[in-house]
């Protein structure tokens, strides 16, 4: 497991010149998802454990659901068990800074008490039934409405003049489409965002996402995006801006978690997966992959296996990411296994800290990932399959999501997996090297492709074993999914063998019939080149759940 992928890494000193402290200083940087019970958490002890362990910045509960503050704002409301008079959030800031930890402060405008409901129905998330959603007696807000739009505004600026935080999170940002029980609630119909929807799209919200509903989704959640963004840089200039969206933020959040019902296999390269896209996606955002220690959510307090904590924590700084931690509660924990993990890396990064600063990915092959700005879909097996194979095979890549790296940034060869935009036709026009792994035709045009097969179990002949020096001991590679029949005008080196018997070892593969099909195709386009591979590669190097089911017999 610890075989992951570590990329060149260089340092720049001008890219960094006008950035803030995420992108200048080495992070350790552990989160807190406090209770409300926690408000009366003793501030010193908390920050001696951070400087125990050698973190460097604490992402702190401060406002939203409930403050950990005394606030004056409307329709924001301290812990019940904030102690009268007591500033929490204050105290720990000062503490902090006192020991050079900075503090990112962590909203959640996603969801209220019912007195702001009350007050203001048409701010709230309303089910295709006109319903609110209503989860453990607090109402889910919508990003079109005014409590995002005005309130949040309001509560934001308030904190923002009171303290000086280093930095600012938000969680559940835009609207969750399924509850903490994992209970569909489909997409909001609120009356701000039907009105909405149909003067961008002459129509009504759907009953289930598609691609436009995704683009009115996107639109909708940035504006409220570059809103707090403005604001934070307005208030506090040398402050960040943390989120899970890349527009308008100084660093770009994710997540590394896992969930018992989720299909398997596990995603084991889920921090590189994640640090690599953001880093090489937005060079000039810092990524910061939380480290999700709970096994799901219904057991927040039980951790995953230790391993599977250091093999996140290494990935995030091996992808020159940030090194983060993550716990429900404080650092006061009933399973301590996870925390025990993290600490021996934070103290060793920051004891060889001058390494873990200022890196940039200086891979020389590119793997491009899906595109959150399209809305479009893309597939997620044979993404994680090439990205797999690239990792174990100790090639250093980037990922990314968009196309900005055109004429910015030079590979030696650039990798689509699923759909391959019309760009990459410019690119190898211009001498670009480009490899198609996917039985989908790319957006422009190559070879004429003219039958597709789908769910086929066959085999690819190698009939040129010079081309395929590493496939010298075999003649047929495995075959399953679909594959693209495309037109060629010279012999293939790898060609298509249909699906033949398989059973019982009496009949097997004897009518196996060969053809001329090509497995791959090559093309020059203005100075560089072309390798179409017409089928699903990738996705045998990680199979979904439903193409790996064993059989018991033989
Ligand atoms: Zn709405």
Redesign the pocket.
């Known amino acids: 497991m610890k075989r992951f992928c570590v990329g060149l890494l260089v340092t720049s000193g001008l890219l960094y010149a006008q950035q803030g402290w995420w992108m200048t200083e080495p992070i350790r940087w552990v989160q807190t998802n406090l209770r409300q019970t926690d408000a009366a958490l003793n501030a010193k002890r908390l920050v001696d454990q951070l400087s125990e362990m050698r973190a460097n910045v604490l992402l702190l509960g401060m406002g939203g659901i409930v403050a950990y503050y005394p606030t004056k704002t409307e329709f924001h409301y301290p812990s019940p068990q904030l102690p009268q008079g007591r500033d929490m959030f204050g105290d720990v800031l000062k503490a902090a800074h006192e020991h050079h930890i900075r503090v990112v402060g962590r909203f959640d405008f996603s969801k209220t008490q019912r007195e702001v409901f009350d007050a203001h129905p048409e701010w709230f998330?309303?089910q295709a039934n006109g319903l609110a959603v209503i989860y453990n007696g607090l109402y889910s807000t919508?990003?079109?409405?005014g409590y995002y739009r005005q309130t949040a505004v309001k509560i934001l600026s308030e904190a923002l003049e009171k303290y000086e935080v280093d930095g600012l999170f938000f969680n559940a940002f835009g609207?969750q489409s399924r509850d903490y029980s994992g209970r569909e609630l489909g997409l909001?119909?609120?009356d701000?965002?039907k009105a909405r929807y149909r003067q961008m799209f002459h129509k009504d919200i759907p009953d289930k996402p598609d691609d436009d509903y995704r683009k009115f989704m996107f639109v909708s959640s940035r504006e409220v995006a570059a809103t707090f963004g403005d604001l934070i840089h307005a208030k506090r200039p040398r402050a960040g801006y943390f989120n899970y969206v890349q527009e308008s933020t100084g660093g770009i959040m994710s997540e590394s978690n896992i969930a018992v019902d989720r299909p398997l296999p596990l995603w084991p390269y889920s921090a590189s997966d994640n640090v690599n896209r953001a880093r090489n996606s937005e060079p000039g955002k810092m990524s910061i992959n939380l480290c999700m220690q709970f096994v799901d959510m219904a057991w927040r307090f039980a951790t995953v296996p230790s391993q599977e904590i250091a093999l996140r924590l290494w990935q995030n700084i091996a992808n020159s990411g940030a090194l983060t931690f993550e716990v429900n509660g404080t650092l006061d924990l009933q399973d301590r296994q996870a925390l025990e993990a993290a600490k021996p890396i934070f103290r060793w990064t920051a004891a060889n800290e001058q390494y873990y600063v200022r890196q940039e990915s200086d891979a020389r092959v590119l793997l491009l990932g899906a595109s959150p700005q399209t809305g479009r879909v893309y597939s997620a097996e044979p993404y994680r399959g090439i990205f797999r194979l690239l990792s174990e095979e100790h090639i250093p890549f980037a990922v990314s999501d968009n196309m900005n790296w055109l004429g910015k940034r030079k590979f030696d060869l650039v990798i689509a997996t699923d759909w391959a935009p019309a760009e990459l036709k410019q690119y190898a026009e211009s001498g670009g090297r480009v490899l198609l792994v996917s039985p989908q035709a790319p957006d422009f045009s190559l070879v004429p492709a003219y039958k597709k097969w789908s769910g086929l179990k066959g085999y690819i002949r190698v009939r040129d074993h010079s081309m395929f020096p590493s496939l010298k001991d075999t003649d047929l590679l495995m075959l399953d999914g679909s594959f693209t029949e495309v037109q060629t005008d010279a012999p293939a080196p790898l060609t298509l063998v249909p699906q033949s018997m398989f059973g019982p070892p009496e009949l097997v593969h004897i009518d196996m019939t060969d053809t001329a099909t090509p497995g791959i195709v090559f093309r020059q386009i203005g100075r560089g080149s072309i390798a179409w591979i017409p089928w699903n590669l990738g996705g045998l190097y990680y199979p979904s759940e439903s193409a790996c089911a064993c059989r018991a017999i033989s």
């Open positions: 998330f309303r919508c990003i079109n409405g609207n909001c119909h609120c701000v965002c």
